[in-house]
């Protein structure tokens, strides 16, 4: 069984910088793409990028250049460095796992709550 746990949100002002962490158990390298999402007050969920099974990286054009996934594999732990921080990233974060074949993410951390003041 996956389990995943995000740590790292917090509260900065504009223009500053937060990294995320999101450390998976139960995880098989190579058996699943990871991925970081978010989700403000009564909007819908947004996917940030992703990891995939072959070690490619996707990310969300809205967050491109500012937001960067990368994965410890010697410490199954998924980051996601995000710098130039704007008050509409002001989100709850979430990490994810999607296993090979799936076709969707079936396993979710708690979520951190990311707050960026103007």
């Known amino acids: 069984q996956v389990q995943l746990m995000e740590s790292g949100g917090g509260s900065v002002q504009a223009g500053g910088s937060l990294t995320l962490s999101c450390a998976a158990s139960?995880?098989?390298?190579?058996?699943?793409?990871l991925g970081w999402f978010r989700q403000a007050p009564g909007k819908e969920l947004k996917e940030l990028a992703a990891?995939?099974?072959?070690?490619?990286?996707t990310i969300a054009d809205f967050v491109k250049g500012r937001f960067t996934i990368s994965l410890d594999y010697a410490k199954n732990t998924l980051y996601l460095q995000m710098n130039s921080l704007k008050p509409e990233d002001t989100a709850m974060y979430y990490c994810?796992?999607?296993?090979?074949?799936?076709?969707?993410?079936?396993?979710w951390g708690q979520g951190t709550q990311v707050t960026v003041s103007a």
């Open positions: 994810a796992a999607a296993p090979y074949g799936s076709g969707g993410y079936d396993y």
């Open positions: 139960g995880y098989k390298r190579g058996s699943f793409s």
């Open positions: 990891i995939n099974i072959d070690g490619s990286t």
